[in-house]
């Protein structure tokens, strides 16, 4: 058994989620990827988009995205990423010694 999926999603830097598309003088079409509607995220991944379908934790991240595996002081996220890491781990490690002495309490019964 797994612990469940934690999800860290920065909800703070306007993100793009619409880009705009028309046909220029010539009939090929044209992106724009500034000018579209603008919702909260993390400058890449809007925030309501970044959550699975799935049971999971979620965690709150204040950096933008290109900068969430560099430490705090240079405007990342890596220790609040790492502290997280590590929760789940020794929420695993828990789970797992919990298991296998459930499973040595069931043999010593038989």
Same mark, same amino acid.
């Not at 058994?1 to 028309?22: E, K």
């Not at 609040?80 to 010694?97: D, G, H, M, R, S």
């Given at each position: 058994?797994?612990?469940?999926?934690? &999800?860290?999603?920065?909800?703070? @830097? !306007?993100?793009?989620?619409?880009?705009?598309?028309?046909?220029?003088?010539?009939?090929?079409?044209?992106?724009?990827?500034?000018?579209?509607?603008? &919702?909260?995220?993390?400058?890449?991944? *809007? *925030?309501?988009?970044? *959550?699975?379908?799935? !049971?999971?934790?979620?965690?709150?991240?204040?950096?933008?995205?290109?900068?969430? *595996?560099?430490?705090?002081?240079?405007?990342?996220?890596?220790?609040? @990423?790492?502290?997280? &890491?590590?929760?789940?781990?020794?929420?695993?490690?828990?789970?797992? &010694?919990?298991?296998?002495?459930?499973?040595?309490?069931?043999?010593? @019964?038989?």
């Amino acid at each position: 058994r797994l612990p469940p999926l934690t &999800v860290l999603a920065t909800d703070t @830097i !306007p993100t793009v989620n619409q880009y705009l598309r028309r046909k220029n003088e010539e009939g090929k079409y044209e992106y724009d990827y500034c000018s579209g509607r603008r &919702v909260p995220g993390d400058g890449r991944v *809007f *925030f309501s988009g970044a *959550f699975p379908p799935v !049971p999971h934790k979620c965690g709150s991240l204040a950096s933008a995205h290109a900068k969430q *595996f560099t430490w705090e002081e240079n405007g990342g996220s890596l220790g609040t @990423i790492l502290n997280e &890491v590590q929760l789940q781990l020794a929420e695993y490690a828990k789970a797992e &010694v919990s298991s296998t002495q459930a499973g040595k309490d069931g043999a010593s @019964i038989l």
